[in-house]
């Protein structure tokens, strides 16, 4: 999926809220995510259902698992995403989203800004690090940033003032005609 190679409707922010979304459902942590070009490949730990055994089993156990989203697995999630909000259904409280949705929509609206062309990234405890594909001047080249738990906490704290910003801009803008 190369975003900005393609539909002016999508971006990062979108795209990887979506996912974060779907792997917090699956209960999934330690996440590694790298952009391939039909989707995206995910990879992290997530707990099994309990076992129906002894008390040992009664937890569960934590095993790897690797998940393939393609373009049109995003696109699904994204209209689904649309199609709650334009049914005037109440709008999912962002607080009560789960880690994974609030912390991939902050670092996806990040990236949003740099308009890498290839992303991959890790999570480790609650930190990411980021390696982009962005075009400069001479060539295209690598950029590494990274977040810890402190900064995603920040940001996600601040997307509320963020939104209100932007929403508050789009009503204020002149009509052209």
């Not at 890498?116 to 690090?129: C, K, L, N, S, T």
Request: no cysteine.
């Amino acid at each position: 999926m190369r975003i900005y190679e393609g539909s002016p409707r999508q971006d990062f922010e979108e795209v990887l809220r979506s996912i974060g979304a779907f792997l917090d459902q699956r209960g999934m942590r330690e996440i590694l995510l790298v952009e391939v070009p039909d989707g995206y490949v995910v990879q992290g730990l997530a707990a099994s259902a309990a076992g129906a055994g002894g008390w040992a089993e009664s937890v569960g156990t934590i095993h790897k698992e690797t998940l393939t989203f393609f373009d049109d697995d995003i696109s699904r999630f994204m209209d689904e995403a649309a199609a709650r909000r334009n049914a005037g259904l109440p709008t999912p409280d962002f607080a009560a989203a789960g880690q994974n949705e609030k912390a991939l929509r902050v670092i996806g609206r990040w990236m949003d800004e740099q308009k890498p062309r290839d992303i991959f990234f890790f999570e480790q405890e609650g930190a990411y690090v980021l390696r982009l594909l962005t075009s400069g001047h001479a060539a295209a080249q690598h950029m590494l940033a990274e977040f810890t738990r402190e900064d995603i906490d920040r940001l996600v704290a601040e997307g509320p003032a963020l939104r209100d910003e932007r929403s508050g801009a789009e009503k204020s803008a002149p009509a052209t005609t």
